[in-house]
């Protein structure tokens, strides 16, 4: 356990190291400080139920999060629903920021921290606005430079930040899980049903036919086996990507989403990887390329013998899911449209020991 004056030693030897660029920003006299250790945003999670809006922006995107009566939602993606996780760890990251001491309030100086105006060309800054159901703003702050902060066994981050309406700067402590990307908000189609590490199989089936079965006979097994395939002579299974494909399916991350409704696609055509697990969920993964794009759906299914947590799970993700068509990367297409005879390889020969050659 560190005692205070060694923790005192390690913050001081922290900013130095870490944030040397905080010295080249004019300091305050003391008097100008709040108080150490005083929350920067204090009344924001005074009413947390009010909060209906979250919107991050720099100089070349806005993500916007909204609350509906059911779920977190990204605005700018027709609504789609967010990780209610992560609006909570961003909400409580903003709320208890707490001030190490005041910056510069020079508005020439804020490009050196990452502070000046986001709409500037070039600018770093990033704003995020709290709103409530009323659309009054609850806070709205200018986001700069930060940097990592071990604490013991603990990690924080030094934070230069300033409220959008002030050119004061500060260093504040905490922890900002800040992405406007929509990927970092949402989860991935198949990752909230399948433990990737309880798969059991994954079956292909291409429009054409033609069809690959990889399978386990149990969680603890290494390999996967592919069924069916015996090689040829001169050949031999390709362990490493049999292994892989199974993983590939699970851990699909999709590039965008559309609703359903707004596209007309011919399924029929489409290949499906029906990925199941040994704890009884079978999703069905549904992709199609049509016009140079890679579509997908997801459904799911589950054992009769599943317990009833489970089977509401599947029912939930089922009325998520299938009013969205994900749009996939073209290499995904290309990894699940594959035959037997991709998943083997040359055999390599064996090298016999030269003694025993000689003798």
């Known amino acids: 356990m560190l005692n205070t004056k060694t923790l005192a030693k390690l913050i001081l030897v922290t900013l130095v190291c870490a944030i040397p660029v905080a010295y080249l920003v004019t300091r305050q006299p003391e008097s100008a400080i709040k108080g150490n250790g005083a ?119 030094h934070i230069f930040i300033r409220n959008a309406s002030e050119q004061q700067a500060w260093l504040v402590q905490g922890m900002l899980p800040i992405s406007n990307d929509f990927h970092d908000w949402v989860e991935q189609p198949l990752l909230s049903l399948v433990d990737v590490e309880q798969i059991k199989s994954v079956h292909i089936s291409q429009a054409n036919g033609q069809k690959v079965a990889i399978t386990k006979n149990s969680a603890e097994q290494e390999d996967f086996i592919l069924e069916n395939v015996q090689p040829k002579l001169g050949m031999a299974l390709d362990i490493e990507s049999i292994n892989t494909l199974p993983f590939k399916v699970a851990e699909l991350e999709f590039n965008d989403v559309t609703p359903a409704k707004q596209i007309d696609l011919d399924w029929a055509q489409s290949t499906v990887a029906e990925l199941q697990t040994f ?20 459904h799911a299914t589950v054992s009769d013998t599943a317990d009833e947590d489970l089977k509401q799970q599947v029912a939930k993700y089922n009325a998520n899911s299938q009013t969205w068509y994900y749009s996939l990367p073209a290499e995904f297409y290309q990894a699940i449209s594959v035959s037997n005879d991709d998943l083997l390889k040359v055999e390599e020969p064996v090298i016999q020991d030269q003694a025993v050659v000689q003798k």
Do not use: C
């Open 279 to 298: 704890g009884g969920v079978t999703v069905a993964l549904n992709v199609l390329k049509q016009d140079d794009h890679v579509y997908g759906k997801v």
């Open 39 to 157: 929350l920067f945003l204090p009344n924001l999670l005074k009413d947390p139920d009010h909060i209906k809006t979250l919107v991050i922006q720099d100089h070349t995107q806005t993500l916007t999060v909204q609350r509906s009566a059911a779920a977190w939602q990204i605005l700018e993606k027709n609504n789609f629903p967010v990780l209610h996780d992560k609006v909570e760890e961003l909400l409580f990251g903003l709320a208890d920021m707490r001030i190490v001491e005041p910056k510069t309030a020079n508005p020439n100086l804020l490009a050196q921290i990452d502070l000046n105006d986001p709409a500037e060309p070039e600018s770093k800054a990033i704003v995020i606005t709290v709103l409530d159901a009323a659309e009054q703003e609850l806070a709205k702050v200018v986001v700069g430079k930060r940097e990592s902060l071990r604490l013991g066994e603990e990690f924080a981050e």
